[in-house]
């Protein structure tokens, strides 16, 4: 099977991340919602919310059974850092039948440089990745592709939704009602 791995601390999930898990349906034959503890290029979140999170995270799809998603907790169980490259590792060696792409935002793959094993992910694993605001995915993949055309990335046609989980977060933190940006 192809199983998109949607990876990320989802601190909350939004309708950004459901957008884009929609758009998934009909391009892969599974979506795993992988919960990191902790990003190992970030300071802002604490490793000690990531079964919360998962376990929110759990409820939130179910109330889309309309999606092929699975809330894979693979990482709460990993030794600190979670790299990226090692979730794919342990995704194939548990279940090796299956082809795994990686699904990240324009933002990240302009830092893709900074992650661990970055050349093996693209060449091995391959990514799928969506627009955000603010990003030339064209002359990212441009740069990209002159780099080291054997990488395998392909560019979504997924729609755009302009919220994060920060300014959700800060909203909450104001008490202004984000519910409506909730998945």
């Known amino acids: 099977m192809r199983i998109a791995v949607y990876s990320g601390s989802f601190n909350p999930l939004h309708i950004g991340h459901l957008a884009i898990m929609r758009h998934l349906r009909g391009r892969f034959d599974w979506t795993y919602l992988v919960v990191s503890p902790k990003n190992p290029l970030k300071d802002s979140i604490s490793a000690d919310t990531g079964t919360d999170r998962y376990r929110e995270a759990v409820k939130a799809v179910q109330r889309h059974p309309e999606l092929q998603v699975w809330v894979d907790d693979i ?4 030794t600190p850092p979670q790299y990226t490259i090692r979730t794919l590792d342990a995704l194939k060696t548990r279940e090796p039948e299956n082809d795994y792409t990686l699904v990240i935002g324009a933002d990240n793959l302009a830092d893709i440089h900074r992650w661990r094993d ?3 992910i693209m060449r091995e694993y391959g990514l799928a990745v969506y627009p955000r605001t603010g990003f030339d995915l064209d002359a ?3 740069s990209l592709q002159a780099e080291n055309p054997a990488w395998r990335i392909e560019v979504l046609d997924a729609p755009t939704v302009d919220i994060s989980s920060t300014e959700i977060r800060n909203g909450l933190a104001e008490g202004r009602n984000m519910t409506p940006y909730l998945m």
């Open 140 to 142: 990212l993949m441009a």
């Open 75 to 78: 990482e709460l169980g990993m």
């Open 118 to 120: 970055y050349d093996r």
